[in-house]
């Protein structure tokens, strides 16, 4: 059974930076596709940025540039790495872990999802 647990949210001004970490249980960690996602109130959830097996990342176009994901296999973490954050990026920030190998950026591709920590950006 795996699990996720995001921490790392807070409340941070416009022009800021957070960073997000999930750690994730199970043996294997380095061989599944990473995901993060978020869901603003009123909102529908949406992809944020994902991290392959091999290392490869994907990004929403509303924070390419400005968000990173990285992943420490050896640590069973993956991380999202936030700069010069805008009000439009207030959500819940949710990690999620898909069965297979490769980033894709439908949620419902991913089996398993941590409980969420929420961001909150001041203008």
């Known amino acids: 059974q795996v699990q996720l647990v995001e921490s790392g949210g807070g409340l941070v001004q416009a022009g800021g930076s957070l960073r997000l970490s999930c750690a994730a249980s199970?043996?294997?960690?380095?061989?599944?596709?990473m995901g993060w996602f978020r869901q603003a109130p009123g909102k529908e959830r949406e992809f944020v940025a994902g991290?392959?097996?091999?290392?490869?990342?994907y990004y929403a176009d509303s924070v390419k540039g400005r968000f990173t994901i990285s992943r420490d296999n050896a640590k069973n973490m993956v991380y999202l790495f936030m700069n010069s954050l805008k009000p439009e990026d207030t959500a819940v920030y949710y990690c999620?872990?898909?069965?297979?190998?490769?980033?894709?950026?439908?949620?419902?591709?991913?089996?398993?999802w941590g409980q969420g920590t929420q961001v909150t950006v001041s203008s």
């Open positions: 999620a872990l898909r069965p297979y190998g490769v980033v894709v950026t439908t949620g419902d591709a991913y089996g398993y």
């Open positions: 199970g043996r294997t960690f380095s061989s599944r596709a």
């Open positions: 991290i392959g097996w091999s290392g490869d990342t």
